[in-house]
C-alpha cells in the first residue's frame, strides 16, 4: 500500500530548515499540483514524501515586483496573478499571452511560475515566455545563498532541472526594455489540437525591440515542444539585428525561419510527426516577423 508524506512549511524559513533536515533523502515539490498529483495518479510510487509551497511566503516567492527596469517573479505566483497582471501585460506581452494561453481560468488560479518552469517540459508555455526574455532563474538553498541560472544552464532535459536536492526555485529576474528602445513585436503562438487546454505541438515566443528609427536593437525569440527543451534561437535572432522592421526582405524572412527551424530537433510522437512540427514553425517564424 502506498504511503504520501506530506511536509507543509508556513514560510521560507522554515521551507529552509526542513531543507537541511531532508540530507539525500528523495522528495517532490508540489505547489499548484496541477502537474505532480496527475503524475502520481499515473505512475504511483510505495512511498513519496511532498513538500507542500502553498502556504511559503516571504523573500519574493509570491511576489511580482520592480525597482526601475529590474522586474522579479516570484515562483509562487500563479498564472493567474501573472495573466492580471497590468505591469507585466505593458513590459512583457509575450509572457502576458504565455500565461493566457495555458489551460483553463480555474487551473490558472492553481498553477504557479515555479511550477510551469520546474516541470521543465517542452512545451512549458510561460517557460517558453521566460526564455524568449531571457529571464534569470534563482534558486536558493538550505543555507539561504542564493544561485542565478541561465535558461540553458537551468533546464536539463525532458522534466529535469539544475536544481539541487537542498535547493527550491525562489523565482526569476528579468528586464524590461531601455526606454531609448521600443516593443515591436512581442508575441506568443502556440499551436495544438486545442488552443488551451492542450499540450503545444509547437511553439513560438517573441521579444523584439527596436530603436527610434525601427531598426532592431534587442531580439528574443524562443521555440517549444521542437527540442528536448525549450530554446533560445540567438543565432536567428542576430540575423534579425540591424533590420527595419517592416522592411525585410521576403529572402531575409526565409533565411531567419530556416535559422530557427535550425535550432529544433523535432520528433514524431501521438500529437505530430516531426515533419508537421518543423512545417508549422517555420510559419510561425515567418508569420513573426513579416508584414502583412
Not at 523535432?266 to 515533419?275: G, K
Request: glycine share 8%; proline share 3%; aromatic share 6%.
Amino acid at each position: 500500500m502506498s504511503r504520501v508524506e506530506m511536509h507543509i512549511p508556513h514560510s521560507m524559513e522554515e521551507l529552509l530548515a526542513l531543507l537541511g533536515r531532508m540530507g539525500e533523502r528523495p522528495y517532490r515539490y508540489i505547489a499548484g499540483g496541477t502537474d505532480v498529483l496527475l503524475e502520481l495518479r499515473r505512475k504511483p510510487e510505495a512511498d513519496q514524501v511532498l513538500i507542500n509551497l502553498y502556504k511559503v511566503s516571504g523573500w519574493g516567492f509570491r511576489e511580482i515586483s520592480h525597482e526601475g527596469r529590474s522586474w522579479w517573479i516570484g515562483a509562487g505566483v500563479t498564472i493567474g496573478q501573472l495573466a492580471a497582471d497590468t505591469g507585466i501585460a505593458a513590459n512583457f506581452p509575450v509572457l502576458h499571452q504565455a500565461a493566457l494561453h495555458l489551460a483553463s481560468p480555474q487551473i490558472r488560479n492553481l498553477a504557479t511560475v515555479g511550477g510551469n518552469a520546474c516541470t521543465a517540459s517542452p512545451s512549458g508555455d510561460v517557460a517558453c515566455a521566460l526564455v524568449a526574455l531571457d529571464a534569470v532563474a534563482v534558486a536558493i538553498d538550505a543555507q539561504g545563498k542564493r544561485r542565478r541560472m541561465r535558461h540553458d544552464a537551468f533546464y536539463l532535459g525532458p522534466r529535469k532541472t539544475a536544481l539541487r536536492s537542498d535547493e527550491c526555485l525562489l523565482g526569476f529576474e528579468l528586464e524590461a526594455a531601455d526606454p531609448s528602445l521600443k516593443i515591436v513585436r512581442s508575441q506568443y503562438a502556440k499551436v495544438g489540437t486545442r488552443m488551451s487546454m492542450e499540450c503545444s505541438v509547437v511553439s513560438l515566443a517573441s521579444h523584439l525591440l527596436a530603436d527610434e528609427k525601427g531598426c532592431l536593437r534587442s531580439c528574443g525569440v524562443a521555440i517549444g515542444a521542437v527540442a528536448p527543451t525549450i530554446r533560445r534561437t540567438d543565432d536567428a535572432c542576430r540575423m534579425l539585428e540591424g533590420k527595419i522592421m517592416g522592411g525585410i526582405s521576403e529572402q531575409d524572412v526565409l533565411a531567419f525561419a530556416d535559422a530557427v527551424a535550425a535550432c529544433a530537433s523535432p520528433i514524431s510522437d501521438l500529437r505530430a510527426s516531426a515533419w508537421y512540427r518543423d512545417r508549422v514553425l517555420r510559419n510561425l517564424a515567418t508569420d513573426m516577423i513579416s508584414t502583412h
